[in-house]
């Protein structure tokens, strides 16, 4: 079993649609990254949070330390937000070495 | 300025050739990292740098070669590749290791040896 379960593996949305990726993790943890990253391109980092909620824009991220989840929640989805994206997590004492999810390829169709 | 940035973007080479791709941060980061992605897996970390020392060395075979001549700038050498290694090479900074610390990526290069 991965320290670090993405669910689901593909997702296809309509534009508009709210969208939910789940990550669970089996590790005590210092932090969590939600990442984004398009088909070649490189990743960029949506959030790092270690409790609570975070929000930018249509994008939303929640933790649950006590039950080792986190969730990423797109709102109004769009066309450019296809992407896979990945859930990574430090752990306490890994210093900055991330674990990372297998990633949730999204897919919004117009 | 707040990107890494990461040249050459695209890269290909014999297995006889020598290369080098370059990685820059100038958000003063004391911690840089060099990942190995194959297509459709997350990254693998190979080597991580702090304070410009060699901290990590994941068992990375000898014909990656990293240096860190200064703490904006990561290279890695490439020497002697075989085709397995075609892989996005992608390279991150954050402010140290270890803490609460987010890492940065940049766009990678994608690497393919013929």
């Known amino acids: 079993k991965n320290e670090v379960e993405q669910s689901p593996q593909n997702l296809t949305a309509q534009e508009g649609e709210f969208i939910t990726i789940n990550c669970s993790y089996s590790?005590?943890?210092?932090?969590l990254h939600w990442l984004q990253q398009h088909p070649g391109g490189g990743i960029v980092s949506l959030f790092m949070?270690?409790?609570g909620k975070k929000k930018h824009g249509r994008l939303i991220a929640t933790i649950n330390i006590q039950e080792k989840h986190s969730s990423l929640h797109i709102t109004a989805s769009h066309p450019r937000d296809s992407a896979v994206y990945i859930c990574?997590?430090?752990?306490?004492?890994?210093?900055?070495?991330?674990?990372f999810g297998e990633g949730t390829q999204l897919t919004v169709n117009p | 300025d707040t990107e890494v940035t990461q040249t050459p973007k695209h890269l290909v080479m014999g297995m006889t050739n020598k290369k080098s791709l370059k990685c820059e941060q100038h958000?003063?980061?004391?911690?840089m990292y060099w990942y190995k992605q194959k297509a459709k897996k997350p990254p693998e970390l190979m080597f991580v740098?702090?304070?410009?020392?060699?901290?990590i060395n994941e068992s990375v075979p000898s014909r990656f070669s990293p240096e860190c001549p200064n703490s904006s700038l990561l290279n890695l050498h490439l020497h002697a590749l075989q085709p397995e290694d075609s892989a996005l090479y992608l390279c991150?900074?954050?402010?140290?290791?270890?803490?609460?610390?987010?890492?940065?990526f940049g766009p990678g290069t994608r690497l393919t040896v013929l």
């Open positions: 958000m003063g980061h004391r911690a």
């Open positions: 949070l270690s409790s």
């Open positions: 991150a900074s954050s402010q140290a290791w270890g803490g609460y610390n987010e890492q940065f």
């Open positions: 740098y702090s304070y410009e020392k060699l901290s």
């Open positions: 590790v005590g943890i210092s932090a």
């Open positions: 990574a997590v430090k752990g306490e004492t890994s210093g900055s070495r991330l674990t």
